[in-house]
């Protein structure tokens, strides 16, 4: 696996958003930036109505697309001076391509639509089958994404891209947690100089033995999550002495808090198990919520 970035385009607003954050993500990571167009010539019927042919058709769609990439490639390269931005345009189904290009990269960025407040995110049929079946990380950015939005409001409050960076988030699963996620998300809180806040969500059970879960109970085994949230960061904390961290052992869905922390957070990461089951990939109830209503990026990082 190489350290490319690599960054699907298809023209609309949210694939423009995301190809700028696919390139300050590659700053970061003094990575090249790979630009990728998929598209698959159809037939049209008002075409054929029109007299059009089909090969002036396939012309047209290909001049479009070289348009395309090589816009992007020269406004992402002037604002970014020295960051190495290629294109590469297929005329084949977007989710193979998509999927093999990811396959030689060390991250895949897409854009989401967005709707805003409680709808979140109305993840595209591509967006999610990439998203379940890559086995390379890949982040979801919304079209509304703003460099400023990463990073916490100067003095006066007002948005800024120059102050320093908000917390990475990062959805820790306590029972089996993996190395390849907590990674990422401790990388990417390094590489930004941010905080790493890893939330834990559990449900307590409904009784004890004396018919009531009190709220001594609870807060005793919230003391113990919280232990054992400690002992699996030690190593980690160890490796990463520069990032700040802050451990949160949540009652309630771990995708609910996730969603609230997202609010005021640079990027979110979660885990998707990277198996395959009888009916197709998929990527858990945690990560699918998410993915639908988080307010900032999410990086989901496949695991074994």
């Known amino acids: 696996m190489s350290s490319i ?8 607003r949210e694939s423009r958003a995301a190809a700028a954050w696919a390139a300050r993500e590659a700053v970061l990571r003094d990575a090249p930036l790979r630009l990728v167009h998929a598209w698959q010539p159809q037939p049209s019927a008002p075409a054929a109505f029109a007299g059009v042919s089909q090969s002036a058709l ?22 970014h001076p020295g960051l190495d931005v290629t294109c590469e345009l297929h ?6 391509v998509l999927l093999a290009a990811a396959e030689d990269a060390g991250l895949l960025v897409l854009g989401s639509r967005g709707l805003g407040g409680v709808a979140g995110f109305l993840l595209g049929s591509v967006a999610l089958t990439v998203v379940a079946r890559s086995r390379r990380p890949v982040v979801l950015v919304r079209g509304d994404e703003r460099p400023e939005d990463e990073h916490l409001p100067d003095a006066s409050g007002a948005a800024s891209s120059t102050t320093p960076y908000r917390d990475v988030v990062l959805g820790l699963n306590l029972e089996q947690p993996h190395d390849a996620v907590t990674g990422f998300a401790f990388d990417a809180a390094a590489r930004r100089a941010a905080g790493l806040r890893v939330v834990y969500g559990w449900n307590p059970p409904a009784l004890t033995d004396h018919g009531a879960f009190t709220d001594v109970v609870q807060a005793e085994l919230t003391g113990s999550m919280r232990g054992a949230l400690h002992e699996v960061l030690a190593p980690w904390r160890e490796k990463f002495p520069g990032v700040e961290v802050t451990a949160q052992a949540v009652v309630g869905k ?11 957070a640079s990027l979110v990461v979660v885990g998707r ?4 089951t009888p009916f197709g990939a998929r990527v858990g109830p945690v990560t699918h919520a998410v993915l639908h209503h988080a307010a900032a990026p999410v990086a989901v990082v496949p695991h074994a």
Do not use: N, T
């Open 5 to 12: 970035v690599v960054v699907g385009l298809d023209g609309s």
């Open 273 to 276: 198990a990277a198996s395959q």
């Open 58 to 79: 396939y012309s047209d769609l290909q001049g479009w697309s070289d348009r395309l990439l090589h816009e992007a490639q020269a406004e992402l390269s002037r604002r």
């Open 91 to 96: 005329p084949e189904q977007a989710v193979p």
């Open 254 to 264: 771990a995708g609910s808090h996730l969603v609230g922390a997202s609010r005021d």
